[in-house]
């Protein structure tokens, strides 16, 4: 298609600033520049914005896809110099200053790459389908239905073998998410399904979380990771640590000698960076994330800068920050910000992070919250989680509607979302 | 498969009534028969109960997924004599008492067939896949996809022409569920959306609403179907009675003379009943639906019950009632009760209607209410509608929840849950 078909910008005289993707980062950075003198376009091929970090709580039926969710244009719709495009960026070109889209060329001024990462298989992309990953809405609504289905099919037979196989579930990854998940697959087979079912017991459920490492929450202090094990012990969780996944078929996981079998894996590991990193012919690291300069840049292109997760930004302490939503949003602050000076002929900003504290959450009443010196554990760090991410929810409405959600799940024990939908039946094996 | 894999249900020693369906008909019959000595076995294809009156609410934006379904697990939850079945009834064998399940076969002593009604394209099966129905969660979500893509495609292209085929929008069928959507759809257009856009202005799009008979609402008193009309016109909806649908292909829609530019038709029109009608091979009406005996059982067998939209009830006026909720719910408890009769060796009863009224709602503050002697119209008319729908919603937690998306709708002029999921992006034209 040709370059006509994509609209212009509103006013086609400002410099056009173009922003791929409206995760953290993209969203943050075109906030920003409301008020600069810049047309700012931001792409994205999915029409929201997610809130990541409770895809977990969509993915195990404790809310809704909406509560975590809001389009990106209802997000944007006061910001006069803002364009959305619902499209899809499949390469740039840096030396002609255009990203190619599905509907045609666009052409920047300054381009902001903030399309991010998913997760990654360890080169076993065969894995993939068996393994559901935790990415997007659709992946955290086909992670709800096959853990829902797996208690509906062990409640559909009677041979034992079977059932016991449907009431097995494995996690792969012991970071935040891998935790979560555990946790509350955790809660929903001891308390939210217990009196439901007539042939089985949801309760016997055996839950078995993987981290190859050799401790849990590898990115927080070593006494949080020890908490996080023993939490999810006392949920009857089994924690296999030092324990590498080499296998994955339709019938079970295979670590190393041991084998476990199960029809149900859901996939916490593993770090892939947007293809784009590479299409940009700059250089990247081992995972695809682009080296960026200090500030933020990519090296020989003051024009183009990348936020969040598809940065590799090694300038403090020689690591890459991690792919964590504050690392994207404070990314986007000086990223607009230097674009601004940028305009106004002022030398840019180095960036530098500055760490608010990690928290993971173990079901519904512990968590772990580092915030440097300070540790906290147990239901106080749940309490600030869930406040934290409560006032973080984009928009009035998703807060009300989750604290009420929240709030009635943990006095009944409930999880409400309960909904298999995507397609009629348990087409597999019963 | 073997029958072994059908689990037995909690006391073998029980008759066994099985239900086939999990909509109003099949789940107030199940919980009528709470304290019945019977065991009860209820069959769904799918996990949840749908509050069918408010799927539009899902399929244009209003409303999640979960706030107007509940899981059949959940809501029996404390019914000690039920058991429910996630599996598809595909035949039933009345003389040897049993129903062929995707899993098994399974015996009954008493059947219960509430598998319902779907939509039908009069022959024109080819339509399906241009022109969705709505009758299941999937479809709403299906529903909400198209629509919401429609105005991204228009945003995505200079075309003029093609900007006014995706402004189009077309629902065929003029009963409740017809001028519900098209309502929807008009003040989505015109307050929803207005400010997002930057190529288009979505409050210029078209919305045609084709009913083939000479008014709106057929089966609502004529005045109350000449306000809805008038209703509809004021909300900038073209309704076009006496206007029969021939042809719907990708690019459009043909009204006999007529042809509408399109790729979005709504399809809210034409009834099939349940294939298991004609499977029990028992007279059918003209669309399949069995034609019970007054006390609701099948000519020649006094032990299956049929009840809801699958059943034609024709001994009060000679016309088959209405494919309401209220005759599936109040047919459940006269069924229920004859159960328990006939256990009783006591002589079964007639099934007689009482019809309560029928409603439909315009837009946010328009509705319609038939009360026989006394209709209801306007905004009365929408609060008596408000106020039953969330009475009659499934659980407390969603009629909360409901309430507060609703009063936020209501003040705000919001769709919030403006998500597309299904697919990453729009595969077709732009």
């Given at each position: 298609m ?7 910008p ?5 410099p056009?600033?173009v ?13 920003a520049l409301?008020?600069?003198p810049?047309?700012v376009?931001?792409v ?11 895809l977990y ?11 975590i ?10 910001q ?5 495009l ?5 390469g740039?070109?840096?030396?002609e200053r255009?990203v190619h ?11 902001v ?7 990654a298989y ?12 935790l ?9 709800r ?7 509906e099919?062990a409640e559909?037979?009677t ?6 196989r ?5 996690v792969?990854?012991?970071?935040p ?7 509350a ?14 042939a089985?017991?949801?309760g ?8 190859g ?15 996080a094990?023993?939490?999810?012990r006392?949920?009857g969780?089994e924690v ?27 996939w ?15 250089p990247?690291?081992?995972v ?16 183009v800068y ?10 403090q302490d020689?690591?890459p920050l991690?792919g ?6 404070q ?6 910000a230097?674009i601004v ?7 840019r900003r180095?960036f530098?992070?500055?760490d608010?504290?990690?928290m ?9 919250a ?8 147990g ?13 973080y929810l984009?928009?009035?409405r ?13 006095f009944t024990?409930?999880?409400?979302i309960r ?8 087409s597999?094996?019963?």
């Open positions: 040709s370059s006509g078909t994509v609209p212009p509103p006013h086609a005289d400002r056009r600033v922003v791929i993707g409206g995760g953290f980062g993209g969203l943050t950075l075109a906030k409301r008020r600069a810049v047309d376009t931001l994205d091929r999915r029409n929201h914005h997610v809130f990541q970090p409770l709580q969509v993915a195990t039926a404790g809310l809704s896809p909406a509560d969710a809001s389009p990106i244009r209802w997000i944007l719709r006061r006069r110099n803002a364009q959305v619902l499209a899809e960026a499949r740039i070109d840096v030396a255009r889209l599905d509907i045609g060329e666009l052409h920047y001024d300054v381009l790459v903030a399309s991010g990462a998913t997760h360890f080169g076993r992309d065969e894995w993939k389908e068996r393994a559901p990953g990415k997007t809405l659709d992946d955290a609504l086909a992670m239905r096959r853990v829902l289905l797996a208690f099919r559909r037979t041979d034992r073998g079977a059932q016991s449907q009431l097995t579930f494995v792969v990854g012991g970071g998410t891998g935790v979560e998940l555990a946790g697959l955790a809660e929903i087979a001891r308390h939210a399904l217990s009196r439901e079912f007539k089985i017991d949801p016997s459920a055996r839950i078995v979380l993987c981290e490492g050799p401790r849990l929450l590898p990115t927080f202090p070593e006494p949080l990771g020890q908490y094990e023993h939490a999810l006392e949920l969780v296999r640590t030092g324990t590498v996944v080499t296998g994955i078929d339709e019938d079970g996981v295979t670590l190393g000698e041991v084998r476990i079998d199960t029809e149900t894996v859901l916490a590991a593993g770090v892939s960076a947007s293809s784009l990193g590479r299409a940009m012919q700059v990247v690291d081992r695809g994330r682009v080296l960026v300069e200090p500030d933020l840049t990519v090296p020989g292109h003051p024009e990348v936020i969040g997760d598809l940065a590799a930004f090694t300038h020689g690591r991690p964590v939503a504050q690392v994207a949003i990314q986007a602050g000086v990223a607009a230097n000076r940028s305009l106004r002929g002022l030398p180095p530098r992070y500055r608010p504290g990690n993971a959450t173990i079901g519904r009443a512990h968590a772990v580092d915030f440097g010196r300070l540790q906290v554990r239901w106080p760090a749940w309490l600030l989680w869930l406040l934290i991410h409560v006032i984009t928009g009035f998703n807060r009300l509607v989750v604290l009420v959600q929240w709030s009635f799940a943990y024990y409930q999880r409400s909904l298999i939908t995507g397609e009629d039946l348990p597999r094996r019963s």
